[in-house]
C-alpha cells in the first residue's frame, strides 16, 4: 500500500490526542489533509478535502463522530470512517455500524493496530479493535438485524425503557391500556430474542441505549 497516496482527516476535541495521532501518522508516512477539533470543522473539512480516510472522535463537540458521519452521508464521498473511542459499550459499536461507520478503535490501540485498521477500511472491510472478543463482532450484527424487525410502535415502548419508564408510566404517556403495553412488551422480547422477563428487555434496554437514541 503506497501510504502517501492515502490522505487522513484526523478530528478530536483533546489537543494532546490530536497532535499525537496526526505525528504518529505523518511519521509512518501517511498524508494529514487537515484536522479539525470538533465536529462541525470536521464536516466541513471532509467535504472540503474528500479524503480517503477520516479519523473521528466519538465525543466531540457541535457534532459527535456518529453525527459527522450522518452529515457526510449525502455528499457522496468515497471517505472511509473510523471512529477512535475509550468506549467498549456494546451499544456503541451497534450505533457504529448503523450509522456506516468502517472502522471501530479504542484509542488504547497503537499504531500497529491503527494501521491494520485503515488497510482492512480501504478494501471495505469492516474492522474492529483486536482488543474485543470475536463474539462481539457477531452480537453487533444480530442486534442490528433484530432492531430492524421492531415496528414504530415497539421502539417508542422501548425508548420509554430505556429512559427507567415501567408499564403503569407508559400507559399514562402513551394513552393506551396496560393490556396493550404488555403485548408490546412481549413481542420485543420475540424479536430480540430475549428470555421472557421484563428484567431481561430492561437489561437489554440499558445495555443498547445508544442505539435506541438513534430509533
Same mark, same amino acid.
Given at each position: 500500500?503506497?501510504?502517501k497516496a @492515502? &490522505?487522513?482527516i484526523v478530528?478530536d476535541?483533546?489537543?494532546i490526542?490530536?497532535?499525537?495521532?496526526?505525528?504518529?501518522? *505523518?511519521?509512518?508516512g #501517511?498524508?494529514?489533509?487537515?484536522?479539525?477539533n470538533?465536529?462541525?470543522?470536521? @464536516?466541513e473539512?471532509?467535504a472540503?478535502?474528500k479524503?480517503k480516510?477520516?479519523?473521528?472522535?466519538?465525543?466531540?463537540p +457541535? +457534532?459527535?463522530g456518529?453525527? @459527522?458521519?450522518k452529515?457526510?452521508? =449525502?455528499l457522496?464521498?468515497d471517505?472511509?470512517?473510523?471512529v477512535?473511542t475509550y468506549?467498549k459499550?456494546?451499544?456503541?459499536?451497534?450505533q457504529?455500524?448503523?450509522?456506516?461507520?468502517?472502522? #471501530?478503535?479504542l484509542?488504547?490501540?497503537?499504531l500497529?493496530?491503527i494501521?491494520?485498521?485503515?488497510?482492512?477500511?480501504l478494501?471495505?472491510?469492516f #474492522?474492529f479493535? &483486536?482488543?474485543?472478543?470475536?463474539?462481539?463482532k457477531h452480537?453487533?450484527? =444480530? *442486534?442490528?438485524?433484530?432492531?430492524?424487525l421492531?415496528?414504530?410502535?415497539?421502539?417508542? %415502548?422501548?425508548?420509554?425503557?430505556a429512559?427507567g419508564k =415501567?408499564?403503569?408510566?407508559?400507559? *399514562?404517556t402513551?394513552?393506551v391500556?396496560?393490556?396493550?403495553?404488555?403485548?408490546?412488551?412481549?413481542?420485543?422480547?420475540?424479536?430480540l430474542e430475549l428470555e421472557? &422477563?421484563?428484567d431481561?428487555?430492561?437489561?437489554?434496554?440499558?445495555? #443498547?441505549?445508544?442505539? %435506541?437514541? &438513534?430509533?
Amino acid at each position: 500500500m503506497n501510504k502517501k497516496a @492515502v &490522505s487522513i482527516i484526523v478530528a478530536d476535541d483533546h489537543p494532546i490526542m490530536l497532535k499525537g495521532l496526526t505525528e504518529e501518522l *505523518e511519521n509512518a508516512g #501517511y498524508t494529514i489533509v487537515a484536522t479539525a477539533n470538533n465536529g462541525a470543522a470536521a @464536516v466541513e473539512m471532509i467535504a472540503l478535502h474528500k479524503p480517503k480516510i477520516a479519523m473521528l472522535d466519538i465525543e466531540m463537540p +457541535f +457534532f459527535n463522530g456518529f453525527e @459527522v458521519i450522518k452529515n457526510c452521508s =449525502n455528499l457522496e464521498l468515497d471517505t472511509k470512517f473510523i471512529v477512535m473511542t475509550y468506549h467498549k459499550e456494546k451499544g456503541f459499536i451497534v450505533q457504529a455500524k448503523k450509522v456506516g461507520t468502517h472502522g #471501530y478503535l479504542l484509542k488504547e490501540d497503537n499504531l500497529e493496530e491503527i494501521e491494520a485498521c485503515i488497510e482492512a477500511v480501504l478494501f471495505d472491510e469492516f #474492522y474492529f479493535s &483486536s482488543s474485543f472478543q470475536e463474539d462481539i463482532k457477531h452480537t453487533v450484527d =444480530n *442486534e442490528l438485524r433484530k432492531v430492524a424487525l421492531l415496528t414504530p410502535s415497539e421502539r417508542t %415502548i422501548i425508548r420509554l425503557i430505556a429512559q427507567g419508564k =415501567n408499564s403503569a408510566e407508559i400507559c *399514562e404517556t402513551l394513552k393506551v391500556s396496560k393490556r396493550t403495553i404488555e403485548k408490546h412488551r412481549a413481542n420485543i422480547i420475540g424479536k430480540l430474542e430475549l428470555e421472557p &422477563s421484563q428484567d431481561t428487555l430492561t437489561q437489554w434496554a440499558n445495555d #443498547y441505549k445508544e442505539i %435506541i437514541k &438513534s430509533l
